[in-house]
């Protein structure tokens, strides 16, 4: 026969039922047998008695009676069914039962007969059983039919007793096996893909487009949604049907309960409850969800609240606590907060589920005492009716209800485990839109104008210009008020900064000998020649007859040259003004002291006579070692550097659990070694563990990680799950706060060299199968972090970058994608990756931005001043308004201006004198219609910049070269003859500029000679290096 069954579960869930009656307590303990007959009723759709039919079969057996008796089980059922079940009734229970297990008998039923031979059998095994007159029935099925009425005329005739045994038998069903469960999890998937995916879109969709919609109708369309593919999480259609017809609410009109349908109201935009449930090869799921159009502070606090009684419902959720206690913690929280919400909270808060949409007998209420056990799941619900909302007008607006579901399953230790993993914060669920006053200032007016005549298709017109103007005065004004927040909270952060003074780190004193006992005592050092110790990684010189020690450290560089018969040997040390590297600075423990800046050795090249030697070769071996032991010396250091600040790791915890969510043939970058190699990827109890096919192990935490990011390849040739973290993590002797671990999808490199056709029946089928392999690596993915998510109890939240607000910019020296996502802007596909916080943002700022220029600039100004800005250069102009929307949208603060700006610069200013800064004008000096507005059209916005920060006026002359200096580096490359520089420029052909350039190099020199460290060093002509504003002094 086509259909199979499961022998293995038949048998093992078989015996459960049995040992569950056999120490059955109360009712059930005390029956003779079981009796379960189910007929034909398409209107029943659940019922305990095809529950367990499915429970014990994986199908519905109509038109058929099983008696479970205590040595025997009996099954009739027609010819085809019997021939199903003989799977069953072959082997151990077929003789005589075994290892708990009933021997099964099987008796076809007669069509035409009324079966009376095989009610007698029937009948004489239910008296032989135990005593004989007590029956376990299931007392709320009933179902019609003349089978099912010759049955049971047949059992009534005989005078049993019947005892309703629907509580014991849900009692044994109700904690899940692995398989079930597994079952469940698909179905909550498929229930939360479906709201996401379709539900939530088409509201927002009809909030956006302010259509009219009935309840029944969204109900229909979701119903129908389950038939497409692409919202069933790669499920099959013909295993998913709706566990009830979804029930949508609104206007008012509420009942926070699963019996109701969904009304023929229009849907009004408020409070809109959603309850949906999903079943997936006959296991329920369910979910309930409130958008919220526009809500209210007072709507936002119950929904909060009833946030905090869904989680201490799901703490109080485990292996052994009664149900009654259940509901008691959570009244509780209701009445120690908020009593006055008593009488408005859902009678119960929710309810098993299997198998059967709600089972009766396992409830979450007061009174009941069943105990929970691992593995049971549940509906939870909870829910808040007839909340008033002051704001309301309109009789549907006067009072609202809240309601909140998810399904859960009960663990051993922690709290319930919740499946449907859709987001329930209210910046999840709460759709905010656009104020409207404008537009509700004005309906008398409107109203007037079209009783004077004027057409609809005029006032629609009208009515849409306003509202674009509107949507533009909104961004300006949005953009003003963060300006004020923004210099209001900057001021408060740095004057609470202002106590933490940042001590400069000094540089490591490195002492050669720390007594003249130590010194070698060389043949060398007694003869004056210069002597490398390694141990102490120390140049012992001769210095005026005396053997000096210098550390390797304080030697900067060393030369070697022969001229003529003589090799000179000159050595550079460290010493203040002498640069250490571009962040370092002069930076000694005792910068007042003397220093000795260089030394050089001369050495003859001729050999004199008796020795073997030449003198020189004494320098030549010196420079040698030197070489050597500095090269060591740096490596080691180096090493250190990375290893500063490098915070330690917790341990991580491994869970030898198989079934831990695992990704395998994943590459890491960077990588551990210099060739790439891959590895698989595990998640453990509190980390992510990567074991690389050499045996390399990178652990990374689940507490260290900043942004968890998941790249799919949609559009990409690589799929890539994506590590910030907060602090930087060692692995291949570098320290690293990006790691990626990345797989390729399909060719990476086409050869061109290959005659392609577009109908070449290998390309296409090449095509295909990628087009496969994308789906199939993107599903493993999306599992993969659905199940780390549900292990972290979503604590751990991967983002997915938004694609379509993504804009094309250089933040390194290549172009590459950079995409938004809830919390920052990535770009995870090129190397090195790009990953900015928002929340540690405080204002961007585009430069360059001209209506004759193509592309713009970004600066990222952070929080932090004395972090360096980022910028990303090259952005199309054609990305600027969707980049001031997104940006508008995050509440951030943004500024253009026409000019590059010297960053370093202001930001030292700023970092330098805080309050002076905001006494000033904080930020606005970047704002176009700041205090510069009335600027004549040719000042530059470097000019006002420094206005803002120097009110000192200086000299002429200066202000005439801070032109020169400061004209924009967009208009050389696109040979603008309007420059917005000085007039004196305007008009020189090359060779006067190529003049000037010479005569300005001369003159830079020159002062930087003469006013080393004083004066201000002046850069080249227009075009040389990135532009600038220059230094003015301050008063």
Same mark, same amino acid.
């Given at each position: 026969?086509?259909?199979?069954?499961?022998?293995?579960?038949?048998?093992?869930?078989?015996?459960?039922?049995?040992?569950?009656?056999?120490?059955?307590?109360?009712?059930?303990?005390?029956?003779?047998?079981?009796?379960?007959?189910?007929?034909?009723?398409?209107?029943?759709?659940?019922?305990?008695?095809?529950?367990?039919?499915?429970?014990?079969?994986?199908?519905?057996?109509?038109?058929?009676?099983?008696?479970?008796?205590?040595?025997?089980?009996?099954?009739?059922?027609?010819?085809?069914?019997?021939?199903?079940?003989?799977?069953?009734?072959?082997?151990?229970?077929?003789?005589?039962?075994?290892?708990?297990?009933?021997?099964?008998?099987?008796?076809?039923?007669?069509?035409?007969?009324?079966?009376?031979?095989?009610?007698?059998?029937?009948?004489?095994?239910?008296?032989?059983?135990?005593?004989?007159?007590?029956?376990? *029935?299931?007392?709320?099925?009933?179902?019609?039919?003349?089978?099912?009425?010759?049955?049971?005329?047949?059992?009534?005739?005989?005078?049993?007793?019947?005892?309703? *045994?629907?509580?014991?038998?849900?009692?044994?069903?109700?904690?899940?096996?692995?398989?079930?469960?597994?079952?469940?999890?698909?179905?909550?998937?498929?229930?939360?893909?479906?709201?996401?995916?379709?539900?939530?879109?088409?509201?927002?969709?009809?909030?956006?487009?302010?259509?009219?919609?009935?309840?029944?109708?969204?109900?229909?369309?979701?119903?129908?949604?389950?038939?497409?593919?692409?919202?069933?999480? #790669?499920?099959?259609?013909?295993? *998913?049907?709706?566990?009830?017809?979804?029930?949508?609410?609104?206007?008012?009109?509420?009942?926070?309960?699963?019996?109701?349908?969904?009304?023929?109201?229009?849907?009004?935009?408020?409070?809109?409850?959603?309850?949906?449930?999903?079943?997936?090869?006959?296991?329920?799921?369910?979910?309930?969800?409130?958008?919220?159009?526009?809500?209210?502070?007072?709507?936002?606090?119950?929904?909060?609240?009833?946030?905090?009684?869904?989680?201490?419902?799901?703490?109080?959720?485990?292996?052994?606590?009664?149900?009654?206690?259940?509901?008691?913690?959570?009244?509780?929280?209701?009445?120690?907060?908020?009593?006055?919400?008593?009488?408005?909270?859902?009678?119960?808060?929710?309810?098993?589920?299997?198998?059967?949409?709600?089972?009766?007998?396992? *409830?979450?209420?007061?009174?009941?005492?069943?105990?929970?056990?691992?593995?049971?799941?549940?509906?939870?619900?909870?829910?808040?009716?007839?909340?008033?909302?002051?704001?309301?007008?309109?009789?549907?607006?006067?009072?609202?209800?809240?309601?909140?579901?998810?399904?859960? $399953?009960?663990?051993?230790?922690?709290?319930?485990?919740?499946?449907?993993?859709?987001?329930?914060?209210?910046?999840?669920?709460?759709?905010?839109?656009?104020?409207?006053?404008?537009?509700?200032?004005? !309906?008398?007016?409107?109203?007037?104008?079209?009783?004077?005549?004027?057409?609809?298709?005029?006032?629609?017109?009208?009515?849409?210009?306003?509202?674009?103007?509107?949507?533009?005065?909104?961004?300006?004004?949005?953009?003003?008020?963060?300006?004020?927040?923004?210099?209001?909270?900057?001021?408060?952060?740095?004057?609470?900064?202002?106590?933490?003074?940042?001590?400069?780190?000094?540089?490591?004193?490195?002492?050669?000998?720390?007594?003249?006992?130590?010194?070698?005592?060389?043949?060398?050092?007694?003869?004056?020649?210069?002597?490398?110790?390694?141990?102490?990684?120390?140049?012992?010189?001769?210095?005026?007859?005396?053997?000096? !020690?210098?550390?390797?450290?304080?030697?900067?560089?060393?030369?070697?040259?022969?001229?003529?018969?003589?090799?000179?040997?000159?050595?550079?040390?460290?010493?203040?003004?002498?640069?250490?590297?571009?962040?370092?600075?002069?930076?000694?423990?005792?910068?007042?002291?003397?220093?000795? =800046?260089?030394?050089?050795?001369?050495?003859?090249?001729?050999?004199?006579?008796?020795?073997?030697?030449?003198?020189?070769?004494?320098?030549?071996?010196?420079?040698?070692?030197?070489?050597?032991?500095?090269?060591?010396? =740096?490596?080691?250091?180096?090493?250190?550097?990375?290893?500063?600040?490098?915070?330690?790791?917790?341990?991580?915890?491994?869970?030898?659990?198989?079934?831990?969510?695992?990704?395998?043939?994943?590459?890491?970058?960077?990588?551990?070694?210099?060739?790439? $190699?891959?590895?698989?990827?595990?998640?453990?109890?509190?980390?992510?563990?990567?074991?690389?096919?050499?045996?390399?192990?990178?652990?990374?935490?689940?507490?260290?990680?900043?942004?968890?990011?998941?790249?799919?390849?949609?559009?990409?040739?690589?799929?890539?799950?994506?590590?910030?973290?907060?602090?930087?993590?060692?692995?291949?002797?570098?320290?690293?706060?990006?790691?990626?671990?990345?797989?390729?999808?399909?060719?990476?490199?086409?050869?061109?060299?290959?005659?392609?056709?577009?109908?070449?029946?290998?390309?296409?089928?090449?095509?295909? $199968?990628?087009?496969?392999?994308?789906?199939?690596?993107?599903?493993?993915?999306?599992?993969?972090?659905?199940?780390?998510?549900?292990?972290?109890?979503?604590?751990?939240?991967?983002?997915?970058?938004?694609?379509?607000?993504?804009?094309?910019?250089?933040?390194?020296?290549?172009?590459?994608?950079?995409?938004?996502?809830?919390?920052?802007?990535?770009?995870?596909?090129?190397?090195?990756?790009?990953?900015?916080?928002?929340?540690?943002?405080?204002?961007?700022?585009?430069?360059?931005?001209?209506?004759?220029?193509?592309?713009?600039?970004?600066?990222?100004?952070?929080?932090?001043?004395?972090?360096?800005?980022?910028?990303?250069?090259?952005?199309?102009?054609?990305?600027?308004?969707?980049?001031?929307?997104?940006?508008?949208?995050?509440?951030? =603060?943004?500024?253009?201006?026409?000019?590059?700006?010297?960053?370093?610069?202001?930001?030292?200013?700023?970092?330098?004198?805080?309050?002076?800064?905001?006494?000033? #004008?904080?930020?606005?000096?970047?704002?176009?219609?700041?205090?510069?507005?009335?600027?004549? !059209?040719?000042?530059?916005?470097?000019?006002?910049?420094?206005?803002?920060?120097?009110?000192?006026?200086?000299?002429?002359?200066?202000?005439?070269?801070?032109?020169?200096?400061?004209?924009?580096?967009?208009?050389?490359?696109?040979?603008?003859?309007?420059?917005?520089?000085?007039?004196?420029?305007?008009?020189?052909?090359?060779?006067?500029?190529?003049?000037?350039?010479?005569?300005?190099?001369?003159?830079?020199?020159?002062?930087?000679?003469?006013?080393?460290?004083?004066?201000?060093?002046?850069?080249?002509?227009? #075009?040389?290096?990135?532009?600038? !504003?220059?230094?003015?002094?301050?008063?």
């Amino acid at each position: 026969m086509a259909l199979s069954l499961d022998r293995e579960a038949f048998s093992r869930r078989l015996r459960r039922l049995y040992a569950s009656w056999q120490k059955g307590e109360d009712e059930f303990g005390g029956v003779d047998a079981i009796v379960v007959a189910v007929g034909v009723d398409e209107e029943i759709v659940y019922a305990k008695s095809t529950a367990l039919q499915t429970w014990l079969f994986g199908y519905e057996l109509t038109d058929t009676v099983m008696l479970f008796c205590e040595e025997r089980a009996l099954f009739l059922a027609s010819r085809k069914k019997v021939e199903f079940l003989k799977q069953v009734a072959q082997g151990k229970g077929a003789e005589g039962g075994g290892n708990g297990l009933p021997a099964v008998t099987l008796l076809v039923r007669e069509k035409n007969e009324s079966n009376k031979a095989n009610f007698e059998k029937l009948i004489e095994a239910l008296k032989g059983s135990r005593g004989g007159r007590r029956l376990g *029935v299931f007392a709320k099925d009933k179902f019609p039919g003349e089978f099912m009425k010759s049955w049971n005329d047949a059992l009534s005739k005989e005078g049993f007793e019947k005892v309703d *045994v629907s509580a014991a038998v849900a009692q044994a069903m109700a904690a899940k096996e692995e398989g079930e469960l597994q079952l469940m999890r698909k179905a909550a998937a498929i229930t939360s893909e479906v709201f996401t995916k379709f539900f939530k879109e088409r509201v927002m969709e009809i909030v956006d487009a302010d259509e009219k919609v009935r309840h029944s109708k969204l109900a229909e369309a979701v119903e129908k949604a389950i038939e497409e593919k692409k919202f069933l999480a #790669g499920a099959d259609p013909s295993a *998913v049907e709706m566990c009830y017809p979804p029930i949508i609410q609104s206007g008012g009109n509420y009942n926070l309960k699963f019996s109701v349908v969904s009304d023929k109201s229009h849907m009004h935009f408020g409070a809109i409850t959603c309850s949906m449930g999903i079943r997936y090869k006959s296991y329920c799921s369910n979910l309930v969800r409130t958008l919220m159009v526009d809500p209210p502070q007072d709507m936002q606090e119950h929904y909060g609240f009833l946030l905090q009684l869904q989680e201490t419902l799901l703490r109080e959720l485990r292996h052994g606590a009664k149900l009654c206690d259940v509901y008691a913690a959570v009244m509780d929280v209701v009445k120690k907060q908020r009593p006055e919400l008593l009488g408005k909270i859902t009678k119960n808060l929710g309810f098993a589920m299997g198998i059967e949409f709600r089972e009766g007998s396992l *409830v979450i209420n007061s009174k009941n005492q069943q105990r929970l056990k691992k593995g049971m799941v549940f509906s939870i619900n909870v829910g808040l009716s007839d909340l008033p909302n002051k704001e309301g007008k309109r009789p549907e607006e006067r009072t609202y209800a809240l309601f909140i579901g998810d399904t859960v $399953m009960v663990d051993e230790d922690g709290p319930a485990v919740v499946l449907t993993s859709v987001k329930k914060k209210v910046k999840n669920v709460g759709i905010f839109l656009k104020n409207e006053d404008e537009d509700e200032e004005e !309906p008398d007016k409107d109203a007037a104008e079209d009783l004077l005549g004027r057409s609809s298709r005029a006032a629609l017109l009208t009515e849409r210009t306003r509202n674009e103007l509107t949507a533009e005065e909104k961004r300006r004004a949005h953009q003003k008020e963060l300006a004020t927040q923004l210099n209001e909270d900057a001021r408060r952060r740095l004057t609470e900064q202002r106590g933490e003074q940042q001590t400069q780190k000094a540089r490591k004193s490195n002492v050669s000998y720390k007594s003249a006992a130590l010194l070698p005592k060389e043949p060398h050092v007694r003869e004056m020649k210069i002597y490398i110790d390694k141990k102490y990684e120390s140049v012992i010189m001769p210095v005026f007859g005396i053997a000096t !020690p210098f550390h390797i450290a304080t030697i900067k560089n060393i030369s070697m040259s022969v001229e003529g018969d003589y090799t000179y040997l000159r050595i550079n040390f460290f010493c203040p003004g002498s640069a250490l590297g571009r962040n370092e600075g002069n930076i000694f423990p005792n910068p007042e002291a003397t220093f000795v =800046k260089e030394i050089t050795y001369r050495a003859s090249n001729l050999k004199p006579p008796g020795e073997q030697t030449v003198p020189a070769s004494n320098l030549q071996n010196a420079f040698r070692i030197i070489k050597e032991v500095q090269k060591r010396y =740096k490596t080691r250091e180096a090493e250190e550097k990375e290893k500063e600040g490098i915070v330690k790791q917790d341990s991580l915890v491994i869970n030898l659990n198989r079934s831990n969510p695992k990704l395998k043939d994943l590459y890491i970058r960077p990588n551990i070694a210099q060739k790439r $190699m891959q590895g698989a990827l595990e998640a453990h109890v509190n980390g992510f563990r990567f074991t690389s096919v050499r045996g390399d192990k990178v652990d990374i935490l689940y507490n260290n990680i900043k942004h968890a990011v998941f790249q799919p390849c949609d559009g990409e040739m690589i799929i890539v799950l994506h590590f910030h973290l907060k602090n930087a993590i060692m692995f291949g002797k570098k320290r690293h706060t990006d790691v990626q671990f990345y797989t390729e999808v399909g060719e990476i490199t086409t050869d061109l060299g290959k005659h392609q056709h577009m109908h070449d029946r290998d390309d296409l089928y090449a095509e295909q $199968m990628e087009r496969e392999m994308r789906h199939k690596l993107k599903t493993a993915f999306k599992n993969f972090i659905e199940k780390v998510e549900a292990l972290t109890k979503e604590e751990l939240e991967f983002e997915v970058p938004f694609r379509e607000l993504g804009f094309n910019g250089a933040p390194y020296r290549s172009t590459c994608l950079l995409q938004p996502t809830s919390s920052a802007l990535v770009n995870c596909t090129e190397w090195p990756p790009f990953v900015v916080t928002l929340d540690e943002v405080e204002l961007i700022h585009f430069e360059r931005v001209q209506f004759h220029l193509k592309n713009f600039d970004l600066v990222i100004v952070y929080k932090d001043y004395a972090r360096k800005v980022t910028m990303i250069n090259a952005i199309p102009v054609a990305s600027l308004d969707p980049i001031k929307e997104w940006l508008n949208s995050c509440d951030l =603060k943004y500024t253009e201006g026409v000019q590059s700006l010297n960053w370093t610069k202001i930001m030292k200013t700023i970092v330098d004198d805080p309050e002076g800064f905001f006494e000033q #004008g904080g930020w606005s000096f970047l704002e176009p219609e700041g205090e510069g507005s009335e600027a004549e !059209p040719g000042e530059s916005e470097s000019e006002l910049e420094d206005e803002t920060f120097n009110p000192s006026e200086e000299d002429e002359e200066e202000e005439e070269d801070s032109d020169e200096d400061y004209s924009s580096e967009a208009e050389e490359s696109e040979y603008s003859k309007d420059s917005l520089g000085s007039e004196e420029e305007s008009g020189k052909d090359w060779d006067e500029l190529e003049e000037e350039a010479r005569k300005a190099d001369r003159e830079s020199q020159y002062e930087e000679e003469e006013e080393r460290g004083r004066g201000r060093k002046r850069k080249g002509p227009p #075009g040389r290096g990135r532009p600038h !504003p220059p230094k003015k002094k301050r008063k």
